[in-house]
């Protein structure tokens, strides 16, 4: 059973208590300064124990990032976070981006087969 | 008459309402949106694919630019253009022989 990559984890590697902030910012793809700066307001402004509780349950329930997860790419990094966030509009990216392919290969597709034709053409008034 | 009132209209609220309405959110967000190990792989599969092709097609483009600046007009209207004009261009450089 590999790794699933759609899944939330705590970041060890970037963790400053428990890793559960640097969790967050991987898997969404937020910075993870911004993430850590607005759970210390959240927690002034009212949400005193409530943080915590969550940051607590979360850091005891979440699994820790397995290893081979860990040698991403950024660009990879960056896929799964778009997958993370929608599936489906990766999709659409993906067929959109063969759709251009496609298009693409019928330019030179076009090209190629009547520069033959041109030629045999040619080839035909030279005799 | 309030008393008889009220417990009758809070408690199918309370107990069949709320639990009706809290499975109902449970099984469509497990019936949602569940990517499994499979779909991941073909996924991941699928973009790695779209990126190789299109470097395969930039290179292609690339070489037939290289050997005829304005292919693509060719291929668009190859009538309109008429014969293609090789003299013009320069004369494609050869790699070897």
């Known amino acids: 059973m590999s790794a699933k990559h759609t899944k939330f984890y705590l970041d060890k590697e970037n963790r400053k208590w428990k890793g559960v902030c640097a969790g967050i910012a991987d898997y969404t793809g937020v910075d993870v300064t911004i993430i850590r700066i607005g759970l210390v307001i959240l927690t002034f402004v009212g949400g005193f124990p409530w943080t915590f509780i969550a940051y607590w349950v979360a850091a005891w329930l979440a699994p820790v990032k397995p290893r081979e997860l860990a040698g991403e790419t950024p660009e990879q990094t960056k896929f799964w976070q778009g997958v993370r966030a929608s599936p489906a509009r990766t999709v659409r990216d993906v067929r959109s981006r063969f759709r251009e392919i496609d298009r693409r290969l019928a330019e030179v597709e076009t090209y190629v087969t009547s520069s033959n034709s041109r030629l045999a053409r040619e080839i035909e008034q030279l005799r | ?97």
Not at chain 2, 17 to 32: D, E, N, Q, S
Not at chain 2, 63 to 78: G, H, K, L, V, Y
Not at chain 2, 81 to 89: K, L
């Open chain 2, 1 to 97: 008459m309030e008393e008889v009132i009220i417990p009758i209209i809070v408690v199918p609220i309370l107990f069949i309402g709320l639990p009706w309405l809290v499975f109902h959110y449970i099984t469509r967000w497990k019936t949602a949106a569940t990517l499994t190990t499979d779909d991941e792989r073909l996924m991941e599969e699928l973009y790695d694919l779209a990126r190789r092709l299109d470097d395969r097609m930039c290179s292609i483009e690339r070489i037939m630019t290289a050997e005829n600046p304005n292919w693509r007009q060719i291929a668009c209207d190859p009538a309109a253009t008429g014969i293609e004009d090789r003299r013009a261009a320069p004369e494609p450089r050869r790699i070897g022989l």
